[in-house]
């Protein structure tokens, strides 16, 4: 309690050294904040070319319906296939003029193969696992083309990673940045008590106690340099929205961590600037 009254004195004593620490964690948490929204947009925009991964696998004129049928329930008995349906081909050449609405006229009186249509689960469309269900479904005499789009998947594949693995590399390096940036504005608060916290250690003080109402003022001011962050970062997703493209925002479980993550920056800065401070004292 008297912790919590010591680091609330803190912020009354010096409250534009505190706005200004909230404010400079607030942009630094801003700039991880923004990256984090492009990342998950990114991520979104990879997800949905993936629910598009589909194997389409034709089949020879003239196969009779009853072999057909027994194919597809046989593929779709698959432990990585989360649907196979037959088109007949009726069906293909109507798909082909609404999806190809322009080139209509090219159609008339055409005749397209039938096919069996396989939608692989969610984890399941990688390259090689696609290459396996394909190479699986080849093995029926009657199926005599097996399309998938193999070099379009291994494309979006690779840029997942690239994109995952630079999403990582340079969230560590905003966390790192954030919490150099709030401990330096933790440090600057301490080195201001600093005559106060020489005293305290002269009639006996523990470096624990010392330390608490730093790092609660620490939390504190990451907590809501998050909140502010997550506001700003509300406001440009509201300005992209309007102005450029629709973007989606982070939902409440990924705002709430966020905010998490300051208050956490925020406790990590603080406890370096304070026990630096206090092996030098």
């Known amino acids: 309690m008297r912790s919590l009254r010591d680091a609330f004195i803190t912020f009354r004593r010096s409250p534009l050294l505190?706005?200004?620490?909230?404010?400079?964690?607030?942009?630094?948490?801003?700039?991880?904040?923004?990256?984090?929204?492009?990342?998950l947009n990114i991520r979104q925009a990879l997800d949905k070319l993936e629910d598009r991964v589909e194997i389409r696998a034709f089949v020879v004129e003239g196969t009779p319906s009853e072999l057909v049928d027994g194919a597809t329930a046989d593929i779709e008995?698959?432990?990585?296939?989360?649907?196979?349906?037959?088109?007949?081909?009726?069906?293909?050449l109507a798909r082909a003029k609404r999806e190809l609405g322009e080139f209509r006229d090219?159609?008339?009186?055409?005749?397209?193969?039938?096919?069996?249509?396989?939608?692989?689960?969610?984890?399941?469309?990688?390259?090689?696992?696609?290459?396996?269900?394909?190479?699986?479904?080849?093995?029926?005499?009657?199926?005599?083309?097996?399309?998938?789009?193999?070099?379009?998947?291994?494309?979006?594949?690779?840029?997942?990673?690239i994109a995952s693995i630079?999403?990582?590399?340079l969230g560590l390096a905003f966390a790192a940045v954030s919490v150099i940036i709030i401990g330096t504005t933790i440090r600057m608060a301490v080195l201001s008590r600093a005559q106060e916290i020489s005293i305290m250690r002269l009639v006996g003080a523990t470096d624990s106690y010392i330390r608490r109402p730093f790092l609660l003022e620490g939390f504190a001011k990451g907590v809501a340099g998050g909140l502010l962050a997550l506001l700003l970062t509300w406001f440009a997703s509201l300005l992209i929205n309007r102005y450029i493209v629709e973007t989606a925002f982070f939902d409440e479980r990924t705002a709430a961590?966020?905010?998490?993550?300051?208050?956490?920056?925020?406790?990590?800065?603080?406890?370096?600037?304070?026990?630096?401070?206090?092996?030098?004292v």
């Open 77 to 92: 008995s698959f432990p990585e296939v989360q649907s196979a349906r037959a088109i007949t081909q009726a069906e293909a």
């Open 166 to 169: 630079t999403g990582i590399v």
């Open 106 to 161: 090219v159609f008339e009186g055409a005749v397209l193969p039938a096919s069996i249509d396989i939608k692989l689960k969610p984890g399941s469309r990688d390259p090689a696992t696609l290459k396996r269900v394909a190479a699986r479904v080849q093995a029926y005499a009657f199926l005599n083309d097996v399309r998938y789009g193999e070099e379009w998947i291994s494309k979006l594949y690779r840029l997942r990673n």
């Open 18 to 39: 505190s706005a200004l620490s909230v404010t400079t964690i607030a942009f630094s948490l801003f700039a991880f904040g923004l990256f984090g929204l492009v990342a």
């Open 257 to 280: 961590l966020g905010l998490l993550f300051g208050a956490m920056i925020g406790l990590i800065g603080s406890a370096i600037s304070v026990g630096r401070h206090l092996r030098s």
